[in-house]
């Protein structure tokens, strides 16, 4: 298939790290059809945003990352928060509300939580985290902690303000930042087209004076390479990195949206584009993985998922009289 | 006055002195906002901090309230203890966002594992011909929002030592400070420890009224129920002081005792402070009351620029008094 040299053919991926890459995708495309699947039958309710399509990202942004990093995401986030090692039965039981979640189901999809993880949301006010990144970096270079922070938002969020008031900062005060632009061309409904002058969005950093890439977000590996080349650089400089990664996202916006606003001929082209499959397909031809390891993948995840769902489905409604909690620190009163 | 028991300071200068006393004790403590530094600050609260404390703890800040605010709260989730100054609170609702869907929303989204120890200053109100806008009260807007703690220094004692007791808080603290006390001299005790912030007090104790109030409020307030007390009646001043969570019990208190009340904020009336005050008292002591509650606030216009009708804008002494006599009468 691939007559050109390009990085995926010279990149050092082994084969037990390559299967935890695939079994990374795979458990967020399973786990979310499943999330899917328990939203039709009302176990889970409020917004639903699916990241199908766009696995690749998170899985190849925060492996490229340490433990200590810090990351904040969007309200598509189950697939960051599966990488980062959240335990899906957690997440799962946020999204049905149960206490057992991993913000004790206060937040649901849309606020997945784990400060022992260094996972800083699940924010749904879009952009409006750009700005906390910052000042988290801020902290971490005031106290002289090595650290970076990573803040995941979609093009979207490049039109607002923050967005703009979040790169200044960050470059003025030389904070070691990794913004990560998913660029999946919708923000709800409307086309990149009708949103940004600009369509390269990677020159959005021109006028910060800060760095940036732009990468294939449907290859996993140009991903990968793209992720570690960013953090070196911020390792090395201390300061921010803009990282565009064009993607698609297959499924609707939320569960609400009915897909007026594009063809269905759009989405099957760019499923041929599928991050999974493709990734799959160079591990075939790199006899990295055979069709029975494959098997077993999809065995486990299966289990997992179920695993998850069982989770839940055992978890306990937090009583109404502890209603008023969380709205004050205890030690606070 | 003993000179020996109170200090005499301005309001400004109580307010740098609290400053100065947060970024003397703990390193984690830095203040970042527009002119704080280089210019010290746009009311030269902080004249003098950014040699003291060099630049990475007085921190100018760009024009972005939100991109800052939000750096703040993001600093505070990292373990620093930030004073985050807006200029004034005119320019607060480009922050908005940042102080009401994050700073008071994360302790409970992350099911109560994130606590968000900012302290946010803005310097607010009337009084100095600025117009429609850059005068405003917002005090409600923000005590609208649970997760916040909002308090209000209406006295200088409250200006030299809330600060403190603002930033040893867990949670995201609101600070409002009045530009058109700033010049005001007033006197403290010397020996002031600390201030607690989480009740309202009453500045002058009296039978025959309650007149609740804060911020600018309070001064008018004790000057009136001075007026007042050479005509026979005998006013009881309460500072609320915090603004959310209100401190109920301390006004049940003075209205059981004086069985009329009368509220006096700088805010416009609709959906105030004051509304809810009066709400309180007909919830828990409706039955104490010899006369219905009577408000004194801010007229329902924008700011005009010209003094006289600024001043017809604001609630002034003399119709607190003249109000307080028409209540007592009344009963």
């Keep these: 298939m691939k007559k050109q040299p390009n990085i995926e053919d010279t990149l050092p991926v082994d084969r037990k790290l390559s299967h935890k890459l695939l079994y990374q995708m795979m458990l967020i495309r399973r786990f979310e059809e499943k999330a899917a699947e328990m939203y039709t039958k009302e176990k889970i309710r409020g917004f639903l945003h699916l990241y199908i399509g766009q696995e690749a990202l998170a899985t190849g942004i925060i492996n490229s990352l340490s433990p200590e990093d810090g990351i904040l995401a969007t309200y598509r986030e189950h697939g960051h928060a599966l990488v980062r090692g959240i335990d899906a039965g957690a997440i799962m039981a946020e999204m049905y509300g149960k206490q057992e979640g991993c913000s004790r189901g206060r937040g649901g999809s849309m606020h997945l939580f784990d400060a022992k993880a260094r996972f800083y949301g699940g924010n749904a006010i879009v952009a409006g985290h750009l ?112 990282m565009v990664c064009n993607t698609y996202r297959f499924r609707a916006h939320s569960m609400f949206d009915a897909e007026l606003y594009r063809e269905k001929e759009e989405v099957e082209e760019w499923k041929k584009r599928d991050p999974i499959l493709i990734f799959r397909e160079y591990l075939n031809e790199n006899k990295l993985i055979s069709e029975k390891e494959v098997t077993k993948l999809e065995q486990r995840i299966e289990a997992e998922v179920q695993k998850a769902v069982d989770f839940a489905e055992a978890g306990t409604w937090e009583p109404v009289e502890y209603l008023t909690k969380y709205v004050y620190s205890e030690s606070a009163n | 006055m003993n000179d020996k028991q109170t200090i005499k300071l301005t309001y400004r200068e109580a307010l740098k002195q609290g400053m100065l006393d947060a970024l003397r004790n703990d390193d984690r403590v830095f203040l970042m906002g527009e002119d704080v530094g280089s210019y010290g600050g746009a009311f030269a609260v902080s004249k003098g901090f950014l040699k003291e404390f060099g630049p990475d703890r007085i921190m100018d800040v760009p024009l972005s309230e939100s991109g800052f605010t939000g750096a703040g709260i993001g600093a505070a989730l990292g373990g620093m203890r930030p004073i985050v100054e807006i200029m004034t609170v005119n320019f607060s609702l480009l922050a908005f966002d940042q102080i009401a869907n994050n700073a008071a929303t994360l302790l409970h989204m992350s099911g109560g594992q994130l606590s968000v120890p900012v302290v946010i200053r803005m310097s607010c109100g009337t009084g100095r011909q600025l117009a429609a806008q850059h005068s405003h009260s917002w005090e409600p807007l923000f005590a609208h929002i649970p997760g916040l703690k909002v308090i209000s220094a209406g006295t200088h004692e409250d200006a030299r030592m809330m600060l403190q007791p603002a930033i040893d808080d867990p949670d995201p603290v609101i600070l409002f400070e009045y530009t058109a006390m700033l010049n005001m001299e007033g006197e403290i005790p010397a020996d002031i420890q600390s201030v607690d912030i989480s009740k309202a007090r009453v500045r002058r104790e009296g039978s025959d009224i309650s007149i609740i109030t804060y911020g600018s409020g309070v001064y008018k307030a004790l000057g009136a129920a001075a007026e007042l007390a050479e005509a026979g009646i005998a006013a009881e001043v309460v500072d609320l002081r915090v603004l959310r969570p209100l401190d109920t019990a301390t006004i049940v208190a003075s209205v059981s005792k004086t069985h009329r009340a009368i509220i006096v904020e700088d805010a416009w009336q609709s959906v105030s402070i004051s509304s809810e005050v009066s709400a309180r008292i007909m919830e828990k002591c409706f039955y104490d009351l010899d ?31 003249a109000l307080v006599k028409k209540i007592v009468n009344y009963g």
């Excluded at chain 1, 790169?167 to 632009?181: E, I, K, T």
């Design chain 1, 131 to 242: 700005p906390m990144a910052v000042g988290m970096a801020l902290a971490d270079k005031k106290m002289g902690r090595k650290r970076i922070t990573c803040c995941f938002f979609g093009e979207g969020a490049a039109a607002e303000g923050e967005f703009h008031e979040a790169m200044n900062l960050a470059a003025l005060w030389r904070v070691p930042v990794l913004f990560v632009c998913e660029n999946n061309l919708y923000a709800m409904g409307t086309s990149l087209e009708h949103t940004h002058a600009v369509h390269n969005l990677e020159k959005k950093a021109i006028g910060y004076g800060i760095k940036s890439c732009m990468v294939d977000g449907m290859r996993l590996l140009k991903v990968l390479d793209g992720a570690q080349q960013a953090i070196d650089t911020i390792r090395e400089s201390g300061e921010p990195f803009f």
């Design chain 2, 291 to 321: 006369a219905p509650v009577e408000r004194l606030c801010g007229i329902e216009v924008p700011m005009p620029y010209p003094k006289h009708l600024e001043e017809a804008s604001l609630p002034q002494k003399d119709q607190i008094v």
